[in-house]
Every structure is written in C-alpha cells, then in structure tokens.
C-alpha cells in the first residue's frame, strides 16, 4: 500500500562549525492517507527536525521522500512552495500568529500566498471548524493560548491540506486545553485529514494510531495503538532500529 | 486583504521602528529636496544676474589694440569702424539674444573751474536696445527716440560733475546746441561719467555715417558665450571680447560651489541609503521567525521579498512626502544657511516650488525605497523556513 508519505533512509546532518550533528540517522517513516500518527522522543532526539523534513521546510541531507506520490528530493525551492502549500498544513508550539491580524485575518493569510479565491464562507467555516465562530474578529492578544493555537490550526485548514503536521501543538498549553486540541486533531482526522503530531505528553501520544518513538535520530519504536484501541485494520508498520 | 494591507499592518505593529525609519527617509529627502532646489535656483539666478551685466559680448573692429576692451569700457577712440554688415553678420549668430550697435567717441572740453582739458565721452546708442541690455536703467527727465535730434542724455556723475540739469542746453563743443532731455539715475558704473546721443546723430555729429565702434552682444543662454563668441571670430574685421574677464572668474566659482553642492547631495543620498538599508536589515533579522512561519503556511521566498519591499515602498514613499513637505516649509531657514556659504550668493530667492523638483524627490524616494528594500527582501526571501524558525525560537 502506498502511503500518503513515503520516506526513506532520511539523513538530516547538521555542520555547527567543525561539529556534525547527526539529527536524523536513516529514518524510514510511513504514513497512510487518513492516519492519525504521533511522535515522542526526548529533547533533542530529531522530532523537529524529521517534522520539518516531512513537511519540506528543510530538505533532508540524503534519502528520498515522497508526499502524496511526488518525489520531493532535488526539487526546486519553487516547487516545493507548491508541493507545501498542497499538501501541509503546519502548527507549531508557539503558534506563531501576526499579531496584528485578527483570528480571521490570520487564517486568511495562506490564501494570500496560495492565490486561492477567497470565499468568506470558506473563512466562516473554518472558524467554526475550529470553534471560534464568535472570536474572528479579534486580535491574537486578546484571545487564550488554546484559542490562539485554534487559529494557527484553522491557518493551517485553509488551503485544504491532505496532511497536518504540528510540532508539539500542545506544549504551551494546560492539560485541559491540550485535551481540547487533541480532540479537534482527532475530529479533523475523522474528516480524513492525515496527521503527525509531535508530542511530549504521552498520554496524548498514545490516543493517536501509531505512536513513533524517536531516540538519538532513529526511530527505536512503533507502538500500534490500533490493536489496543480494537483497530486491526491498520497494519503494523516496519521499524527501522 | 492583500500585500499592501498587510505591510501596512506589519508597518503599524513596530510603530517605533516604522517612525524612525520614515523619518530617516524624510531627513535624507529633506536634504536632498533642498539642496536640489537650491541647485536649479542658484543656477536660475545665477543666469539671472549674469543677465543684468547686460554686456556679454563686445565685437570691435580687428587689429585694435589688445586693450581695446578697457578701451571701450573706460572710454576712448578706436581708430578703426566696423559697419552695418558686420552688424548683421554678427545678428545672424545662432544663440545671440541681441547685438546692438554703438559709435563711441571723445571730444574734449575745457573745464569750467580748473581750466583743464577734459575728455569727454559720448555715446551712440539704439535707446530700446539699450535699455533692453540695461533695464535697470532709470531716467529723470525722459529717454529720447532713435529718430530725435539735439537730444541727449548724461549720467549722473556727469551731470553732477558739470551741474546740468533736465533741459539745459550744453555750453560748447561739438554737441553745443543739444538739449539734455534726461539724466540717468546713478547705476555705479561707467555709465554715469558718458553722454548718450541717437546712434544717427552721434554719426552725424562725428562725421561717420555708418560706421560703428563695437557692437554689444547678449547671448540668450550664458552657456553658451563660449560657443557665440567663437562663431563672432570667425566674423572678419571683427575682434572679440567676452567678458569673461570678470564672469569667467563668477561662473568658476558658481561651478565649484555646484560641484561641492552636487557632491554634499551624493554623500547625503548614499548615507541615507545605507541608514535606510541597516533598518531594514535590522528589522529583516528580527522576523527571520515571522518569515519562516509565513514559509510554512505556504509563502514562496517571492511573496516575503515582495511584502518587505512593499513596507519599503510605504515607508520611503511617506518618508519622502514628509521630508518634502519640511524642505519646502523649512527652506527659507536653510537657503539663508546655504547664502552665507556660497561666493556670489544670489539676491533672489533660490528655492523656488517647482513642481519636477517635487515629482522627482518623490519619486527619488520610491526609487531609493526599492533598492534599499531590494537588498533586505533578496535576504529575506532567501532564508530557508527550517533556519528561519529555529532563529527566531533561540
Ligand atoms: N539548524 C540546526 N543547526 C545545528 N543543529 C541543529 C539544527 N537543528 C537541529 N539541530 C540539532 O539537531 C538535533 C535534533 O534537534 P531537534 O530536531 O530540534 O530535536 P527535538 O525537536 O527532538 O527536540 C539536536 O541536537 C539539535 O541541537
Ligand atoms: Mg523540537
């Protein structure tokens, strides 16, 4: 079965001066079309940097990796703007809002880039999508951190990504709201949306499909909460050690 | 919402940078307003002074002697005549304004209290082309017509000299029956020591029908004496002398004043360029974290350069309107300045409100906002989302 992300033998090297800081050593990572994967590791273990691999931000020191059946090694920057702005939708731990625009205005902003038509009914939705019908209007410093990390989420919808990636969406927020926006991923994910969550809580970890555990740069494990939770129809994906 | 909108609001969020910079921008336009203004003023009343000398050129007839020029200037006979044709030959110079022809002459009188002989200097003139060279030229009394006879006109240091008045008749010599019908004000030259008579009767009096001692030329651009009295040499019978004696040593000294202007305006422009650049790098590095979120959800390198230069564009454009706004408020201060550092300052007032001036320093400042925000967008369009990020969260 071919998987909405298809990566191979992913090397990420870092060079700080004469120093090689080996992020990722050989990864191979998986991912269906409509499956909900998270990522745990300790600090420093390669999470970010596999994340943004993934997500084309930064292009992989060798390996090969396809998203969504196109192969994305050696392609131009320019290419991979739009391979981006097709398939993946970003949130980041510090949701990184302009503060000068409103939540609606902050979800708008892809289309600016995207050159989509903007439809308001299309914002309307989003917003509802993400729950904050009735807070479009105001600025990011006005709203909570989970509100805000809901208009980073609905910044990311916009432009109807196949796949989520969010690099630890949950690490500025309290359990409870945390709780929240898992619960949004997992409603998104309902809708068919592809998700790959970093994360440090495990508890939250492991309300995904499959939990990857990252260590040193290499995937050590690859637990398949499908079968605890009762789901067998996802199959058991080949760990890399 | 498009790109304007939001440079504008990405301008309006760091206020304090934004302000600064544009005032930046409104300095460096500011100098540079006004010191191009007073560059075209200076020059436009520079010609315009140099228009009131009047006399820019004088053909006299060749093979006079070298000192012909002083000769003319402080009076005296030139032996040799020019004539009608070299008159026209001389009119039909390109760039010439106007040549009118003089028959200058000497008699010598007795004065009435020492009993010494004095040379007197007279002066046939055209009066409208004269007074078209000298139109600072005043009259007590009245100006006579080319066509009058027995009239004259005297300076004032003359008449004072030999106590004429409007109306007296001179005493004696060969100009005893003519009537003074105007004394000219004092001007402070050589003017207000002569007689002037119709150029017809000075002739007539002098027994030299037809025949001229120089011609004074006014070229119609200062520019341009070099190139209309090199045409005039080539004229024969005629010897040339420019008064660059005197302006040569004025325009000299306007050049290297313009020249130390234009350099003071290229030191201006290149530092403000780079004041301009530094903020915006400054501010480029400090969104490095903005611009990689913005690469994440979906902004190509080219829509960040494009947003950083539309903020630049916004900023120099409002810069520029605020700093020619206070060059044109604030001139007066600064051409006084300027004046007292300038040889040969001009009387007029040299910042004049013209309307390229202002469409140029606006567009200047439009111009100076792209290549300064050029720099800082290829910058920023160039850093990769991952580093970008990772900057900003350290
Ligand atoms: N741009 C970079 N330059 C140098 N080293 C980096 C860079 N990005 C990440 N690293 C290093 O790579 C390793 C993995 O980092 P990261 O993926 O951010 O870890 P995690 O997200 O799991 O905490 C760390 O040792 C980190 O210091
Ligand atoms: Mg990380």
């Known amino acids: 079965m071919s998987g909405i992300i298809e990566a191979k033998s992913l090397v990420k090297t870092y060079r700080r001066g004469r120093e090689e800081i080996h992020a990722l050593r050989n990864v191979d990572f998986h991912v269906n079309e409509g499956e909900f994967v998270s990522i745990i590791g300790p600090s420093g273990s390669g999470k970010t940097a596999l994340l943004n691999v993934l997500g084309c931000l930064d292009s992989p020191t060798s390996g090969s990796l396809r998203l969504n059946g196109t192969e994305t090694w050696g392609l131009k920057e320019s290419k991979l703007v739009k391979v981006r702005r097709e398939n993946i939708g970003f949130v980041f731990q510090q949701f990184y809002l302009m503060p000068t625009l409103t939540a609606r205005e902050n979800i708008e902003l892809p289309l600016l880039f995207s050159k989509k038509n903007r439809n308001k009914s299309r914002i309307d939705d989003v917003l509802r999508m993400v729950g904050l019908s009735d807070r479009g209007d105001h600025l990011p410093s006005q709203l909570s951190g989970g509100e805000m990390q ?19 969406p949950t690490g500025n927020l309290d359990s409870v709201t945390s709780q929240m926006i898992f619960e949004l991923f997992r409603e998104l994910n309902r809708k068919g949306l592809t998700m790959v969550i970093v994360t440090h809580n495990l508890d939250l970890a492991r309300q995904a499909q499959k939990m990857y555990t990252l260590r040193d740069g290499q995937i050590v494990g690859c637990d398949d909460m499908a079968c605890i939770s009762g789901r067998s129809d996802i199959e058991v994906q080949q760990v890399a050690v | 919402m498009n790109f304007l909108t939001l440079a504008a609001k990405n301008l309006l969020r760091r206020r304090g940078r934004t302000f600064l910079t544009v005032l930046g921008v409104a300095i460096a336009i500011t100098v540079l307003f006004s010191l191009l203004s007073l560059n075209s003023g200076y020059e436009k009343e520079l010609n315009r002074e140099m228009g ?44 010439i304004g106007l040549a009118t022809p003089m028959l200058m002459q000497q008699f010598i009188r007795q004065d009435a209290k020492t009993g010494k002989d004095v040379p007197h200097v007279v002066f046939g003139i055209k009066i409208d082309e004269v007074r078209e060279l000298k139109p600072w030229w ?106 660059t004696q005197i302006m040569g040593t004025i325009m000299n000294l306007a050049g290297s004043a313009r020249s130390l202007l234009l350099t003071v305006i290229i030191i201006a422009l290149i530092i403000s360029a780079f004041g301009i650049i530094n903020t915006l790098l400054m501010s480029v590095n400090e969104r490095t974290r903005e611009f990689g979120m913005m690469k994440a959800i979906g902004a190509s390198g080219l829509d960040i350069g494009k947003m950083v230069l539309a903020e630049t564009v916004f900023i120099t454009l ?36 013209n309307p390229e001036l202002i469409g140029f320093a606006l567009a200047f400042s439009v111009v100076l906002g792209l290549i300064c925000g050029l720099y800082p967008a290829f910058i920023s369009s160039r850093l990769s989302p991952m580093e970008a990020i990772r900057g900003g969260v350290e």
């Open chain 2, 52 to 95: 009131s000398l009047g006399v820019h050129i004088l053909a006299v007839p060749k093979g006079c002697p070298y000192e012909a020029a002083s000769l003319i200037l402080h009076g005296g006979v030139i032996p040799k005549y020019l004539t009608a044709t070299d008159l026209k030959n001389v009119s039909s110079i390109d760039g």
């Open chain 2, 318 to 353: 409002v810069g520029g309107l605020i700093g020619t706004t206070a060059a044109i408020v604030g001139s007066s201060l600064i051409e006084g300045f300027v004046k007292s550092m300038l040889p040969f300052a001009p009387r007029g007032s040299m910042v004049t409100l």
């Open chain 1, 150 to 168: 809901r208009v980073a989420i609905g910044r990311a919808l916009i432009n109807d990504p196949r796949i989520i990636l969010a690099d630890e």
């Open chain 2, 138 to 243: 005043k009259v007590q009394g009245r100006f006579f017509d080319d066509n009058e006879t027995n009239v004259m006109l005297v300076g004032r240091g003359l008449a004072d000299k030999e106590n004429l008045t409007v109306g007296s008749i001179l005493p004696a010599g060969p100009f005893k029956n003519f009537t003074i019908i105007g004394i000219l004000e004092r001007t402070g030259d050589q003017d207000d020591q002569f007689h002037f008579v119709p150029l017809a009767e000075a002739q007539r009096v002098f027994n030299k029908t037809g025949m001229l001692t120089t011609i004074a030329v006014k070229v119609k651009d200062l520019s341009q004496i070099e190139k209309v009295s090199v045409d005039m040499e080539k004229i024969p019978d005629i010897q040339v002398v420019t008064m």
